[in-house]
């Protein structure tokens, strides 16, 4: 039998070459350091190939989790917002309390300064990092199971459901609690360029241009993508915004702004007859006051995915 060599385009040896060589320097995602910040709360540095770099993500480990070593955990992610952080969550919440005695691993991954957890058209893949690199790594050295809810507050609900809608039967649950879900809605390509401009980035290198890009940005749009929601939990909240806030009227401004949004994606799964829980609430503003109560009341749903009791 004869063989014919088939030549290989340089340009994809070259990509080849350097995702082996960003495998083989970051370790193929295998943690580098933990530092302990309480009995169950660990930062861990994940070296990543989809970042090119290391990035933190915070975790919070089941009260059993010495005691039971033999046993696997369900993981709820949880998402921060833009201009924020992976502490955010542990800073202004009590998710450390209220999961003591709960049989689950949190997860706050790192979604970067805006908070966008997605593939950027020039820049990172926090889409990888979020949905691959981090659970590889929990499963392999913290006994996570391959049940999954996620949930997350602006940009980070975006994440949540962007992520669902976009990798079908990942998460049982989807929570958004202020999140971006139509970003092609009026005014909302506005908002996500100044999201990405206040980090000194370029607007166009998150999905390109809105226009001629359309396509890709439809790729990562809750809405458009809404029919791979079927069968996953869903949650979604967010305020009018008029009149609400806490005295700062930017972040009322800011809710009142993701109203039209949030309406629209309901409309999108209502036409496609796929169940969601919403709180549309009069006022509020885009601010962790309200994202707390907003949380605990999706919680049922969040546990039962998760199969805890609540």
Do not use: C
Request: net charge neutral; charged share 15%.
């Amino acid at each position: 039998m004869s063989h014919r060599t088939v030549p290989v385009p340089r340009r994809t040896v070259t990509k080849a070459a350097a995702a082996a060589g960003l495998a083989v320097l970051f370790g193929a995602g295998r943690a580098r350091a933990a530092t302990r910040l309480g009995p169950r709360t660990l930062d861990v540095s994940v070296p990543s190939a989809a970042l090119g770099r290391s990035a933190p993500v915070r975790l919070i480990l089941p009260s059993s989790f010495a005691t039971q070593p033999s046993r696997t955990y369900p993981v709820l992610y949880l998402l921060h917002g833009a201009h924020d952080d992976y502490t955010s969550w542990t800073r202004e919440t009590d998710i450390e309390a209220f999961t003591e005695g709960r049989d689950l691993i949190v997860a706050m991954p790192d979604g970067g300064p805006t908070g966008i957890p997605t593939v950027w058209r020039d820049g990172p893949d926090y889409e990888t990092f979020q949905l691959r690199e981090v659970p590889d790594l929990l499963r392999r050295d913290y006994r996570a199971s391959g049940v999954r809810a996620v949930a997350g507050v602006s940009t980070g609900g975006y994440g949540a459901m962007a992520h669902a809608a976009r990798h079908p039967g990942v998460f049982g649950a989807a929570a958004s609690y202020s999140g971006i879900l139509d970003t092609t809605a009026p005014g909302m390509p506005t908002i996500m360029d100044a999201i990405v401009a206040r980090e000194n980035l370029t607007p166009t290198s998150l999905w390109g241009n809105p226009l001629l890009n359309l396509l890709t940005w439809q790729s990562f749009n809750p809405r458009a993508r809404a029919l791979g929601l079927r069968g996953t939990s869903l949650y979604v909240s967010n305020g009018s915004g008029l009149g609400g806030g806490t005295g700062d009227p930017l972040p009322g401004a800011l809710e009142s702004a993701l109203w039209p949004s949030a309406h629209l994606f309901a409309d999108a799964l209502a036409r496609l007859r796929i169940p969601v829980t919403t709180h549309f609430y009069a006022g509020g503003g885009h601010d962790w006051p309200y994202w707390k109560p907003e949380f605990a009341a999706s919680w049922p749903m969040l546990a039962g995915a998760l199969g805890l009791p609540e």
